[in-house]
């Protein structure tokens, strides 16, 4: 396939070189003379372990030139993909001058070429930005609507420097949004050699994915190092704390816990983390992100909150008390800090979660469930049914299969407000349904 790729800086040139390899007649266009000579005399324009000589070979081959004729490059290739920078302007935003260049260049050269074109954005761009910003530039400079000889992607990339190379051809996955029905089909045979599975989603979700990506690598790095520094406060080695930490791959590093939904609660994750911060207190250590962390939790409760009392005082049928599906532990559970406002704030309230037996409550639970809502026995529902007859909102915190049914069939207009993620009352409750989170 003839490709012409736009950018030559580290994504760029890292991309250019391997779609080379690949098989692919890659033509680089950037408006730096300097790097468009380095290309075309087959030296790197960046430092990378290996590009240099792999470079060197494309270009001796004849599968990588460079210029800076934009034009010249999109009449005479097939796909033209985006690698332009796009760096933090003064608010702290992104800066997409370059990214919007780009694609009107494309969409003028677009006029004067016959056939069919795609479009893939390399580039990182915050969610939104290719169909909010750049579909409308591209169809009023191409005079071409997307789907109509014209395909735009977005392929966000995630290549470290310093692996890069490797990170493109092992990559865990390789994630195409695309604005039409055909864009995914020519992103895939791109990458047709790559032994890497392509998931196919929404430009939006691909956008995202590329953003919380990173963002969440950032928060490891800081988490290691706040608790890296309490550690050695206490004269701990954190090297050794993490190294065993990071043996337990059913949670520590894994899926779990990465789900949007309420906010946690329990018995254990509240008290340690408080612990772990007045530690750091009291060792004059700053943990400023730890520290925010039962701060971010309080205000997901306050959403949850907003969700129910934007619909006015309404009586609401509360589903799940207990902090965590399948048990019956209330102990700084989330839902009952929810309950506990609603009722503060005046809303009647009917409460069913079946593992919740009042009389089989002992110890600390029954005393904490005694002080935060004395007269729970009053609101607890003996079934589904019963807790959501004559409620005007529903509130999903936890409901096991059985619950759910229930809701499904005798649900008759009220508010739902999932916390927990139902697809199926999402079809049920249409435009009544509202998640926290999605």
Not at 25 to 50: M, Q
Not at 249 to 261: D, F, H, T, V
Not at 281 to 309: G, W
Request: aromatic content about 6%; overall charge negative; charged content about 20%.
């Amino acid at each position: 396939m003839n490709i012409s790729l736009f950018g030559l800086g580290y994504v760029g040139a890292v991309t250019a070189t391997c779609f080379a390899e690949l098989g692919h007649r890659v033509t680089g266009v950037d408006v730096n003379r300097g790097k468009v000579d380095l290309i075309n005399d087959g030296k790197a324009p960046v430092v990378e372990p290996e590009l240099q000589d792999r470079i060197a070979a494309v270009v001796e081959g004849g599968m990588l030139s460079a210029t800076q004729d934009a034009a010249a490059a999109i009449l005479s290739s097939d796909v033209s993909i985006v690698c332009v920078g796009t760096p933090s302007d003064g608010s702290g935003g992104v800066s997409l001058d370059a990214v919007e260049e780009v694609m009107a260049q494309i969409g003028t050269a677009l006029r004067s070429k016959g056939g069919s074109h795609a479009v893939v954005i390399r580039s990182t761009v915050p969610p939104g930005t290719t169909e909010s910003r750049l579909v409308p530039i591209l169809e009023a400079e191409s005079r071409r609507r997307i789907g109509d000889e014209l395909e735009l992607c977005c392929n966000p990339e995630f290549l470290r420097e310093g692996s890069a190379l490797r990170d493109f051809y092992h990559a865990p996955f390789n994630i195409v949004g695309s604005v039409s029905e055909n864009g995914p089909l020519l992103v895939e045979e791109i990458y047709r050699d790559v032994q890497a599975p392509v998931i196919r989603t929404s430009c939006g979700i691909a956008e995202a994915v590329k953003y919380v990506s990173n963002t969440y690598h950032a928060l490891k790095i800081t988490f290691a190092n706040e608790v890296g520094s309490l550690l050695k406060a206490k004269g701990i080695d954190s090297r050794r704390v993490t190294e065993v930490f990071c043996q337990d791959r059913q949670l520590n590093l894994s899926g779990a816990y990465l789900l949007p939904g309420f906010a946690f609660g329990g018995s254990c994750l509240p008290k340690d983390t408080r612990a772990l911060v007045r530690l750091g207190r009291t060792s004059d250590v700053k943990l400023p992100l730890l520290e925010q962390i039962l701060v971010s939790n309080e205000a997901h409760l306050e959403r949850a909150y907003k969700l129910i009392s934007g619909n006015g005082r309404r009586s609401v049928a509360l589903f799940g008390l207990a902090f965590k599906p399948n048990t019956d532990d209330l102990r700084e559970s989330p839902l009952v800090a929810l309950a506990e406002r609603l009722i503060g704030k005046g809303y009647p309230i009917r409460i069913f979660d079946r593992h919740v037996q009042l009389s089989r409550l002992t110890g600390k639970n029954r005393d904490f469930i005694e002080r935060e809502i004395p007269h729970l026995e009053s609101l607890m529902a003996p079934s589904p049914e019963s807790a959501m007859d004559g409620m005007e909102i529903i509130v999903v915190g936890h409901a096991g299969s059985g619950e759910i049914a229930a809701i499904e069939k005798h649900y008759d207009g009220q508010l739902i407000v999932d916390l927990a993620g139902s697809g199926s009352l999402q079809r049920v409750g249409g435009e009544s349904y509202h998640g926290i989170c999605w």
